[in-house]
């Protein structure tokens, strides 16, 4: 994420938001590696598919949060699990639903977008509501309506329309990178060395190391 960008989320009201919330949110997640940028970019990437297609991404506003997230977290080098990418989906679903609701008397249409969004979960709504649900209220909703009203009528756009992933300046995208990771796989490598020394008794103990690899799976 660009310098100007970074200065700008992480003073606004909407990192606000999810910074309170991922102390809880975070601990849902097993397989993949989740901080609290990479999830102020899912719900960003969600505002900005309702502020780009409107009414058109209702039906499948889900679905397409659901495969991004996945190919973003495959290009990132992560196999993530099922469940968390489940999880994942319903939680950037449930804030995209919150903030949006933050504006429904302020923006045309917005109550038709809104319940369009909300009939379009299907079968998946038991489970965004749930996630809706444990959202803490306890920000300056203010500042934060303040805040989306705003980015929503603006033109602009942090993220990228065709992939999860930040917009910068130059029309460039960024994806987290996670290193050490490659295909689900991480190495560790552990050394462990005793030097040459002699106790009181004369006894020499030789030098010797060990070296164990780990593969690890995350799937």
Request: with cysteine; aromatic share 12%; charged share 20%.
């Amino acid at each position: 994420m660009e310098e100007r960008l970074r200065s700008d989320l992480t003073s606004s009201p909407l990192y606000t938001f999810v910074q309170q919330g991922w102390l809880e949110w975070g601990q849902g997640i097993v397989s993949v590696q989740v901080r609290e940028e990479d999830f102020l970019l899912y719900v960003l990437w969600g505002l900005d598919l309702i502020k780009q297609e409107g009414m058109d991404v209702c039906k499948n506003f889900r679905s397409k949060l659901y495969m991004g997230l996945r190919t973003h977290f495959l290009d990132s080098g992560y196999t993530p699990h099922q469940n968390d990418l489940e999880y994942l989906s319903n939680l950037a679903c449930a804030c995209c639903l919150y903030c949006y609701g933050l504006i429904l008397t302020h923006v045309h249409d917005a109550t038709d977008v809104y319940s369009n969004l909300v009939n379009g979960f299907g079968k998946h709504w038991c489970s965004v509501k749930v996630q809706w649900d444990r959202i803490r209220q306890d920000v300056d909703t203010q500042e934060l309506k303040k805040w989306i009203l705003e980015y929503m009528k603006s033109e602009e756009y942090y993220t990228s329309g065709e992939k999860v992933a930040w917009l910068n300046e130059d029309g460039s995208t960024d994806l987290v990178s996670i290193p050490g990771v490659s295909n689900g796989r991480q190495q560790v490598n552990i050394h462990t060395y005793i030097q040459n020394f002699t106790n009181e008794a004369g006894g020499v103990y030789k030098d010797e190391s060990i070296t164990v690899n780990v593969n690890k799976d995350n799937g």
